[in-house]
């Protein structure tokens, strides 16, 4: 699969509920960032989802580059250099 449309070269910073459900966007089209909102619909993305296993921020990734989704790894800090 190719890698989504970058929406900002930073992590969202999100609030989550232990045992909530989550859909991470991975195509980047989406107008909730960083969830989806079924923006991918006929292509070749899917959301990717997550149960928090704890209340507390994540750092949702923004540039679509990593390599833990829908997790933060710090990949956007490369696209900088």
């Known amino acids: 699969m190719s890698q989504g449309k970058s929406t900002q ?22 107008n909730n960032q960083p969830f989806c909102d079924g923006s991918h619909k ?9 149960v ?3 209340s507390k921020t994540v750092a949702l ?6 390599g833990n989704a829908p997790m933060c790894d710090g990949t956007h800090r490369k696209n900088d250099a």
């Open 9 to 30: 070269n930073a992590p969202y910073k999100v609030e989550v509920v232990e045992g909530e459900s989550y859909f991470w966007c991975s195509c980047g089209q989406s």
């Open 42 to 50: 006929g292509s070749e993305f899917s959301p990717v989802k997550f």
């Open 52 to 54: 928090a296993e704890e």
């Open 61 to 66: 990734c923004g540039c679509r580059g990593t």
